[in-house]
């Protein structure tokens, strides 16, 4: 059932076994009960829904029920009337939000006398991003609802151990992977490429500024022909690696991937590129080879403090945008006794480690 109908469902049920009063009281005031009833009185009026609200009173729990009204409802979102009263409804609920958050906190309730006061600022523009929780509970009970049948949140990554974790590479994070070099940090970057352009049709965009565009293009036939890296470089190709080859050109060809290989890159270079896909072909993916090669927007006298502003940059790029970035980092060979990387020693190290939304650090990729 839609999210939206669902909850409106889920609160009329509530009512009918007089729960709101022991559960719900502090959340809903009189005005509210008032208004939920006047709806709930319109819905058994009606000839569509009478009968399934008779079922709602004489068993309010049953899941079974409460779906079949919640589909009726949908239908009746249409009727000026329905729209009305559940109007009246939402405003109630609203107000009765507001006012529950200035009781309990002073700061709210000083802001609120002050907006009450003479100033009239009415007109002012709202600030982007700024929502009720109405909208967004209705948002994220849509995104549970999509998600639900595969559990997959974001895009997938091809790992199946690592989309059971994450639910794949979700939108607006910044994702760090950090590897020593030589451990197939490149290798790990382009294999999420594949699977997202490739496999899952998300539009991708790699930015390779340690491989120029020829051998992002070399390791992507590689891969995804299982061709041999060497024959393939010296042109040695047998008979079977040609048909390989001539069976994957198409795929690739034809995938939502697009490769920037600038030697230089900023921050400001790669949000432009960005926008510009996602006005154009769309954007769904992000990934940045390697993240210690990106120039400051601005130079700082501490290199650790221009890594840690690069990686706080691409963050905010990450909500911009809202799709998932992978920044890809090289670490430097460790001299402990435990060789397995960390986090801290990262380009920037824990001032890089503040910004991601999650980091991973494998030992290496086959």
Same mark, same amino acid.
């Given at each position: 059932?839609? *999210? #939206?109908?669902?909850? @409106?469902? !889920? %609160? /009329? ?5 007089? &729960?709101? $009063? ?58 000026? *009337? #329905?729209?009305?009263? @559940?109007? !009246? %409804? /939402? ?5 009765? &939000?507001? $006012? ?63 989309? @059971? ?202």
């Amino acid at each position: 059932m839609g *999210a #939206f109908t669902g909850v @409106l469902v !889920a %609160l /009329l049920a509530k009512e009918m076994a007089s &729960a709101i $009063a022991s559960e719900m009281g502090k959340d809903i005031g009189g005005a509210a009960k008032q208004a939920l009833r006047r709806l709930g009185q319109r819905l058994r009026r009606e000839p569509d829904t009478r009968a399934a609200m008779e079922q709602l009173e004489a068993n309010p729990s049953d899941p079974a029920v409460q779906e079949r009204l919640a589909e009726q409802l949908t239908g009746k979102l249409t009727d000026p *009337a #329905f729209r009305e009263d @559940l109007q !009246a %409804l /939402l405003d109630e609920l609203d107000r009765q &939000a507001a $006012a529950a958050v200035a009781a309990e906190d002073p700061v709210q309730e000083q802001i609120g006398e002050r907006q009450a006061g003479p100033p009239d600022h009415s007109d002012a523009p709202v600030r982007a991003g700024t929502r009720s929780v109405r909208d967004e509970l209705v948002g994220y009970m849509e995104e549970l609802e999509r998600r639900a049948p595969s559990g997959m949140v974001g895009v997938p990554t091809g790992f199946q151990d690592l989309d @059971l974790l994450t639910g794949g590479l979700q939108t607006g994070t910044l994702i760090v992977v950090a590897g020593p070099t030589a451990a197939g940090i490149s290798t790990f970057g382009l294999t999420l490429a594949r699977m997202a352009a490739i496999r899952a049709a998300v539009p991708t965009l790699v930015v390779s500024l340690d491989l120029t565009g020829g051998q992002v293009i070399h390791r992507l036939l590689c891969a995804e022909g299982s061709i041999d890296s060497q024959r393939l470089l010296l042109g040695r190709l047998d008979e079977r690696d040609w048909a390989r080859l001539t069976r994957v050109l198409s795929r690739v060809a034809f995938a939502p991937l697009t490769i920037d290989a600038s030697p230089t890159m900023t921050v400001d270079a790669i949000a432009t590129a960005c926008r510009q896909l996602r006005e154009g072909a769309g954007l769904g993916l992000v990934i940045i080879d390697e993240v210690g090669m990106i120039q400051p927007t601005r130079p700082l006298d501490d290199p650790a403090r221009e890594r840690g502003e690069v990686a706080r940059s691409l963050k905010l790029l990450a909500r911009e945008l809202a799709v998932p970035v992978v920044a890809l980092s090289r670490l430097p060979q460790p001299r402990r006794v435990d060789r397995r990387p960390m986090l801290e020693g990262s380009p920037g190290g824990g001032a890089a480690s503040r910004w991601p939304g999650r980091a991973v650090a494998p030992s290496g990729v086959g």
